[in-house]
């Protein structure tokens, strides 16, 4: 289904990949409109700012309650189906948002969009999957491009409809991207006939993962308090208890442990863990550098920000071109490495003064970088799996991914912290130490890229 003869792919595939990435582009520029406009909802509803982090914070622990399920939801329900319900309900939680009076309202309606969102963000990259076949590098990289704009667009668009308009329509501008990808699903998606398993839904299992996931993404945000400590340990013990339970049950359990006793499932899935690191860790240090340590305005930050996005835009576009000729391993190791030393000009520039035109130059290198680890390594954990176990493994490889973002942002926090102590507020030295353990990061993405295989091989290859 994935190619014809002359070797040329599949209409149907490019109508998949055009599908799902409405989904993801949707959820993508919300959390980018949400992030930077913070300040502004919380001062039209009366609360404080710590009050109105809790939009996004309880958007993303709702999101890692729900990403366990998501494999069993589409063995159960079918995949089209439960993409429809899900995108469905993400523009009606955008409704809900847009409505909302009070900032308590507000949050419910977030709390209720990261529910269905930690069902849907996983989403794309199966269903892609499902269909590309050899074609997965290839077609994730153009898939994901409309992906890489919410983070591009979204500040200019935050900007442009807050100066016009009341912070409503920052989420009512969501519903015609939503009817529209909608429609476009009902006509375009392929049936899931012959894909749905009656799969009995694992309670147990989902008791242990579910809070564990929350539990240790919340007590990540909090480490350095004492009941975020608490909860890490708490978060850590039932992750643990699951391990242990799904190694009896097997295929049985919620999500099969034992795909991580595959080298080649294992491996990319500690890729992805590092990479997703490397992506958190530098949004959290490079920002905090560029204005609390170099005095930059907001706009100036957001401005040289955006090569990052840039760059990763780049490379994927060539992303199949480039696995093709130069194979899985290399081209991923070569992005981490490409990453970690476009690092390095913001470790120099700590201790020595800051140029925009170096900062400018490593963050869209950086950004090339970092587009070239993901993709090869989610289609190296793919090639592992028939089709069949698809749903389980993809949602087993986005816990991994989506882990790694609160490990290394709580990483990158500690070290600023460590740091403040011994330095003046506005000293950028002090920043020397996230950029190491930020590179740190990219050293320990580089050693698991080199592990990936030295090219993909799809079942049809063996």
Same mark, same amino acid.
């Given at each position: ?143 994901? /491009?409309?992906?890489?704009? !919410?983070?591009? #667009?979204?500040?200019?668009? +935050? &900007? $442009?409809? =807050? %100066? ?123 920002? /905090?550098?560029?204005?609390? !340590?170099?005095? #930059?305005?907001?706009?100036? +930050? &957001? $401005?040289? =920000? %955006? ?141 698991? %890229? ?13």
């Amino acid at each position: 289904m994935n190619a014809n003869p002359a070797g040329r792919i599949d209409p149907l595939v490019w109508k998949v990949a055009a599908v799902v990435s409405i989904g993801s582009f949707m959820a993508q520029m919300d959390s980018t409109l949400v992030n930077v406009s913070l300040s502004t909802i919380g001062h039209a509803l009366g609360s404080p700012v710590a009050t109105a982090q809790w939009i996004v914070s309880g958007y993303l622990l709702a999101m890692a309650l729900m990403l366990p399920l998501n494999g069993w939801l589409v063995d159960r329900v079918g995949a089209k189906r439960l993409y429809l319900f899900s995108f469905a309900a993400f523009t009606l939680a955008s409704m809900l948002c847009a409505v909302a009076q009070t900032m308590q309202q507000l949050i419910g309606a977030r709390v209720f969009q990261g529910l269905v969102a930690g069902v849907l963000a996983p989403m794309a990259q199966m269903m892609i999957g499902r269909v590309a076949g050899k074609n997965m590098e290839r077609i994730m990289g153009y898939a994901t /491009l409309p992906i890489l704009l !919410g983070p591009i #667009l979204g500040p200019v668009l +935050a &900007g $442009a409809v =807050l %100066a016009k308009a009341s912070w409503p329509w920052l989420f009512l501008i969501n519903l015609p991207v939503g009817a529209s990808g909608i429609a476009l699903a009902i006509l375009l998606l392929p049936p899931d006939a012959g894909l749905v398993q009656r799969r009995r839904f694992d309670f147990a299992g989902f008791a242990l993962i579910s809070p564990g996931l929350v539990a240790l993404v919340y007590g990540f945000q909090s480490a350095a308090h004492t009941s975020g400590q608490a909860l890490l340990v708490a978060g850590a013990a039932l992750l643990a208890g699951f391990v242990w339970y799904s190694k009896r049950h097997g295929e049985s359990a919620l999500i099969d442990v034992t795909m991580f006793a595959q080298r080649s499932f294992a491996v990319p899935a500690v890729t992805q863990f590092f990479a997703n690191g490397m992506l958190y860790g530098r949004q959290l240090a490079v920002p /905090l550098y560029l204005i609390a !340590g170099c005095g #930059l305005s907001t706009a100036h +930050a &957001g $401005a040289l =920000l %955006a090569a990052t996005g840039v760059g990763m835009m780049a490379s994927f576009a060539c992303i199949g071109f480039l696995t093709e000729r130069l194979g899985c391993r290399v081209l991923a190791a070569s992005g981490a490495l490409l990453a970690l030393l476009a690092t390095i000009p913001f470790l120099w520039m700590t201790g020595h003064s800051f140029s925009t035109s170096v900062a400018l130059v490593s963050l869209f290198l950086a950004g090339v970088g970092q587009g070239t680890i993901s993709i090869p390594s989610i289609a190296a954990a793919y090639a592992s799996m028939p089709k069949a176990r698809l749903p389980v493994a993809n949602t087993a490889l986005n816990i991994a991914q989506r882990i790694g973002g609160p490990v290394a942002t709580t990483l990158v926090s500690m070290a600023v912290s460590l740091a403040v102590q011994s330095s003046s507020a506005g000293e950028p030295r002090r920043f020397l130490p996230a950029f190491a353990a930020l590179a740190g990061l990219h050293l320990l993405c580089f050693a698991g %890229a080199m592990l990936l295989p030295v090219r993909v091989r799809h079942a049809s290859d063996r």
